[in-house]
């Protein structure tokens, strides 16, 4: 049967389909305790939040678990061409998650009852939860416990084996590292068809591959997560800075400081100097009653201002006396701009929740779901970030980007080198993160124009030998992966060599091509 759909995709055009019935004696034939569809149910497979590539995928393949996972890679590998793509909450920008007329797994499916456990482990709390898990459900599931995951993305619709595929990063990271670094065991589906779990002490070769990996070594099923205790409320504070140098000093001094002398959480995003609601001074309030005073700016104020965001954690049971004086004894350090300073305390749950808000208000204005997002995400060390700064923020992009422009240093220390992840040489480097927003008409020409000015700042980066690297990358050529991945690129063929020998996995990340069963 699989080789009769292999034969189907290839003797086709790509708008052709096998029945269903077809489809529905493959799905039998595997054995699958979930369902596969195919046809337009299939088409929301071949589309992502990127809303820039679209490829047919031959069937959209919902698994139960780990063994229907197992056994559709394992059709895959006994076909001549077919891949397998492991789908999220389809949050990938340029197509990383689908494979063209070929089997998408639909993550999402895995994260059915039962499938959450919290455990206590030489004196550590840890939670067992689905790769396909959505980490804002996560966070509900062991605040209920009165736990939380130390490490964060931003955004918490994303599964759990999607951004540990990546890094997954966000204001914690400078303290606890990425999240690829708070997990001690996974479950993975290689290339081969076998389920394996692996840590630090068991296949501890497929445990770091696979983190970091970009679904090119196996699909996550389940991991293992750290936790400790979590905080019930959060003081949220945004500080403005006129001057590049001024807001990295600050920065840079709050993620190297010891944890008892800094804050729980440090970001920070550029911003222009107008009254543009989307991208200028009005994105800096925390509240509907605080305003932007602009004439609180100095007059050397240029084209863009720059935003610190802070959050120190506390307990209910903590005096707001005591919170304020903790607040106040930090901030006297700080030299942002005076009387620029926004504060709002919440819980800890809606802090972390926050991009749920701006998600909500993004699809209220048609710019979430129906228009494209040509996102640009890169680690830039701190040697060449200034620079980055005057050429990319105070020139090309003065006017924003119509979202966030976010920029924040993180610590090389936290990272761990065994892993597939990619980062600049110094120990502190930036994440710099254009999240650039489209209006729902034009699309065409405008978005043409936006991709080819994030492939012109990569350009500049590498024409001026900056030391930075592409986070979540996308690159199309053999010659480019291997700039990326550097003196590693030798481990990262090895892997692949080892856990996945006929690129069956992640074809959409345009990394290695599908080699034909001998």
Known sequence: MIAYLERFVHENDTESRPDDDVVSTLCNALDLQGSIDCGAAADAAGKDFGGMHSVRPLAFVRPSGADDVARVVKAASRSPNLTV???????????????????????????????????????????DVSGGALWEDVLRRCLGLGLAPRSWTDYLSLTVGGTLSNAGVSGQAFRYGPQTSNVTELEVVTGKGETLICSESENPELFYGALGGLGQFGIITRARVLLQQAPDMVRWIRLVYSEFEDFTRDA???????????????????????DNPLTGRPTVPLHPDQEFDPTRLPPTAGSVLYCLE?????????????????????????GFVEQLEFQVDLSYMDFLL???????????????????????????SKS??????????????????????????????????????????????????????????????????????????????????????????????????????GNQWTRFVQRKANFDPMAILAPGQKIFSRIPQS
């Open 354 to 380: 926050r991009v749920k808000r701006a998600e909500e208000d993004a699809k209220a204005n048609g710019i979430w779901e129906d228009t494209p997002h040509p996102w640009l995400n890169l680690f830039v």
């Open 384 to 485: 060449h970030v200034s620079e980055f700064d005057r050429v990319v923020f105070k020139n090309l992009l003065k006017e924003g980007v119509g979202g966030p422009m976010l920029i924040y240093p993180l610590l090389r220390s936290k990272w761990d080198s065994r892993t597939s992840t990619v980062l600049p040489e110094g120990e502190i480097f930036y994440l710099v993160a254009l999240l650039r927003f489209t209006a729902p008409q034009p699309k065409g020409p405008m978005v043409d124009k936006l991709v080819v000015q994030n492939k012109e700042i990569v350009q500049y980066c590498f024409t001026k030998g900056f030391d930075f690297k592409m986070y979540l990358p996308h690159y199309r050529s053999e010659e480019e992966w291997k700039r990326h991945f």
């Open 85 to 127: 793509a492991a789908r999220g909450n389809g949050h990938s920008i340029n197509g990383q998650a689908m494979a063209d007329r070929g089997l998408v797994l639909d993550m999402r499916s895995l994260d059915g009852e039962g499938r959450f456990h919290v455990s206590e482990i030489d004196g550590s709390c840890y939670a």
């Open 310 to 334: 802070l959050a120190l954690h506390y307990r209910n049971t903590d005096h707001p006396s005591t919170v304020d004086t903790a607040v106040h004894r930090l901030l006297a350090r700080l």
């Open 252 to 274: 840079e001094f709050l993620v190297t400081r010891p944890e008892k002398d800094s804050f729980d959480y440090v970001e920070g995003f550029v911003f222009s100097n107008n």
